[in-house]
């Protein structure tokens, strides 16, 4: 069996590529250089990109447009999910319940805080009527959010 072959200390290891952000600008131009005919590879190569990438920002195309009709900053990163009307209109009445339980002294524990929650999702779910279908699971992750 013929021993292993030793690499030289002089041979470079290769450096890990560094992650890059791509804000919905850049995500746009792609859209438009696709539209306006370019291929996949000239787009990558012009913008200093990998061919994945550019193929993923295609793919994701609707969730990109919809981030950018809801008026997103078109130098963010990162595409957030915008919480539906109940549970943003919930979590300020959580606040001020919360609030309101702060001043009286009462001891707040993370299980009451849930089950209040709940209870207030429920009221407004039940406002709403058939307008909202999604269901509300006040979980700890939810609560450190």
């Keep these: 069996m013929a021993p292993k072959r030793i690499l030289p ?4 290891k ?3 590529k560094e992650r ?12 438009k250089q696709f ?24 793919i994701d195309r609707e969730r990109i447009c919809e981030a950018v009709k809801c ?14 009307e109940p549970i943003h209109e919930m979590e300020k009445l959580l606040s001020v319940w919360m609030e309101d339980q702060i001043q009286k002294t009462s001891p707040l524990t993370l299980f009451t805080v849930q089950t209040k929650a ?8 039940e406002r709403a009527r058939d307008e909202y279908t999604q ?9 450190k959010r």
């Design 71 to 84: 008026f997103a900053p078109m130098r963010s990163t990162v595409i957030y999910k915008k919480r539906m």
């Design 118 to 125: 709940k209870s207030l999702f429920e009221t407004l779910k």
């Design 14 to 16: 290769s450096a890990k």
């Design 20 to 31: 890059k952000a791509i804000n919905l600008d850049q995500k746009m131009n792609v859209f």
């Design 135 to 143: 269901d509300f699971v006040a979980s700890t992750g939810w609560f």
């Design 35 to 58: 539209e306006g005919g370019k291929k996949v590879n000239a787009i990558a190569l012009d913008m200093q990109l990998s061919h994945s990438t550019v193929s993923t920002i295609l």
């Design 9 to 12: 200390l002089s041979t470079p």
